[in-house]
């Protein structure tokens, strides 16, 4: 799966988790995918924050890396 399909997935777990229609079993079975999938998508972050930090290095005259921050609306 890709990123923005792993993402997907996760928000749809979020929506079936708070469905009060859900039962135990199946919230259960969906907290342990949502748990894999956060893993997942960490370290699919952490590796694109590498990628980002290194071409910013490669492209300035100072090594200097600066922590992504992300726009709050």
Do not use: C, H, W
Not at 29 to 55: D, F, H, P, S, W
């Amino acid at each position: 799966m890709s990123f923005e399909s792993d993402l997907k997935r996760m928000e749809e777990i979020t929506d079936l988790l708070k469905n009060e229609d859900t039962g135990l079993e199946e919230s259960i079975k969906l907290y342990e995918e949502a748990a894999a999938l956060g893993k997942k998508l960490t370290k699919t972050l952490t590796e694109i924050q590498r990628k980002v930090e290194k071409v910013t290095s490669e492209n300035e005259m100072e090594l200097e890396t600066e922590p992504f921050e992300e726009d709050e609306e």
